[in-house]
């Protein structure tokens, strides 16, 4: 039995294309991203116990939030050395930095110190999603990119899941026990050890830096060639995070709207994201096949139909439960095919520099549906649909997010990143480039800007048009 599973297994990476360094890679990035998972999901599991122990409002909570969120903003300064020093070095004092800051909240004895804290760890864990992100797309296949990113989301989730678990079925009736939900975080510092003698550097980054094709500037990104698609992942990204107050309340608006004990809300959690978990490497693998817009958008749509119904539909848990998990489903499905973008439109030299801005430009997002949030919950506080409303209103953003991506995003599967970023031609709107047989521009397109190669202008405008 166990024989057949592995035979499986290596027929399956050999069809990828997967070697061993690229299975020893994804283990390596899937645990921290599995930390990644965990230390996100503290402030929406013990949402309530947070608001209790320091005394907070929903308004109140939403505008600490807000500010907590403000620490992506430095993140982009990390991020950048990424794309100068190397991907390695970055990622290890990323890890290192958010984790120590995690252990630092548990010892917070109020909220403007939690809010402190937490900014701070913002600064490391967005640099350390961007590099992680970055090193995936960078290292494996074309053909098994998005598959990889869905092992990497799907370690996020059982970070999640890892956590509802951890805090519902021990410290949930612990006084304090979001607290040790932080420390628990603590112990992982030890991945920084093996991370240290078992990560490789980007394949790619060696080549660009020897080749003297790294960006001397930050700036560099802003180049025409590219102004217009980092101008399109900043904002569908930002878009897409107006739906973050609806995710960070909903255990919450559970409990306190609804009625639903906290140990019932975090089973509920649990059960609803289970199917998500295999769909989250399913969905990555669907997207190799038949490309990012396609499957990204409908599972994302998913996602907003089971919002919808969340917030709305009369009911208990058996109505709660299927739209619960029906939303999370879809969010884990589209989240790593429609993270492809921001690593597949870049070249190698400013890769990092995107995921940073995208990553910054999420947490912008998520710090304006916080704040709009606070606005909308004080000003609908005497109805009983204060949260529906609130999140209806803010899910307009993610609705118009993918509209953009429909109808202007390239489809990249299948298709190694100096294509798709225009390192070895322009990209093409409807899939075909360079080596694609369809009259794909060739090197001769391209202008260089301090050594990193930059799509012809008039081409990408004719992309996207």
Request: glycine residues 12%; proline residues 5%.
């Amino acid at each position: 039995m166990i024989s057949r599973v592995a035979d499986g297994w290596r027929a399956a990476n050999e069809r990828r294309g997967l070697e061993r360094q690229h299975v020893v890679l994804l283990v390596l990035l899937g645990a921290a991203s599995f930390f990644d998972g965990y230390d996100t999901a503290i402030k929406s599991l013990a949402l309530t116990q947070i608001r209790e122990d320091f005394e907070l409002t929903k308004s109140a909570a939403s505008l600490m939030f807000a500010v907590v969120y403000f620490g992506a903003l430095p993140a982009m300064a990390l991020t950048r050395w990424a794309d100068r020093v190397g991907r390695r070095r970055m990622l290890i004092w990323s890890v290192l930095g958010y984790m120590s800051f995690s252990g630092l909240t548990a010892l917070a004895p109020n909220a403007p110190t939690y809010a402190f804290f937490q900014m701070c760890q913002q600064v490391f864990l967005v640099a350390e999603t961007a590099i992680v992100w970055t090193m995936a797309a960078e290292e494996l296949p074309a053909k098994a990119r998005g598959f990889g990113f869905g092992i990497l989301g799907m370690n996020m989730a059982l970070g999640t899941g890892f956590a509802a678990i951890l805090y519902g079925g021990f410290l949930e009736s612990v006084e304090h026990g979001w607290r040790y939900l932080y420390l628990v975080g603590v112990p992982p510092l030890l991945l920084v050890s093996f991370l240290r003698r078992g990560l490789p550097e980007s394949r790619r980054f060696e080549e660009a830096r020897d080749g003297g094709r790294l960006a001397g500037r930050w700036h560099q990104i802003l180049a025409p060639g590219y102004r217009r698609w980092l101008v399109l992942v900043v904002a569908t990204t930002f878009l897409l995070q107006l739906s973050q107050q609806a995710q960070t309340f909903a255990i919450d608006y559970l409990q306190t709207d609804r009625g639903i004990s906290t140990a019932m809300s975090n089973a509920m959690l649990i059960l609803a994201g289970l199917p998500g978990i295999p769909i989250m490497v399913a969905a990555g693998s669907l997207s190799d096949r038949y490309g990012r817009r396609v499957v990204g958008c409908g599972f994302a749509l998913a996602s907003m139909v089971g919002g919808a119904g969340f917030f709305w539909l009369p009911g208990g848990v058996a109505v709660l439960l299927p739209c619960m998990s029906l939303t999370l489903v879809g969010s884990m499905g589209s989240f790593p095919v429609l993270q492809t973008y921001v690593t597949e439109l870049f070249p190698t030299a400013l890769r990092s520099s995107a995921a940073s801005w995208a990553g910054t430009s999420g947490v912008l997002g998520r710090m304006t549906s916080l704040g709009l949030a606070a606005v909308l919950l004080h000003w609908t506080s005497q109805s009983a649909s204060s949260q529906p409303w609130t999140a209806t209103i803010l899910g307009i953003g993610p609705f118009l997010a993918l509209i953009i991506i429909a109808v202007i995003f390239p489809d990249t599967h299948g298709r190694e990143l100096e294509e798709t970023s225009g390192e070895g031609g322009p990209v093409d709107g409807d899939g075909s480039g360079p080596g694609s047989g369809s009259g794909g521009g060739s090197s001769t397109d391209t202008d260089r800007v301090a050594g990193v190669p930059v799509p012809a202008p008039p081409v990408i405008a004719a992309t996207v048009n």
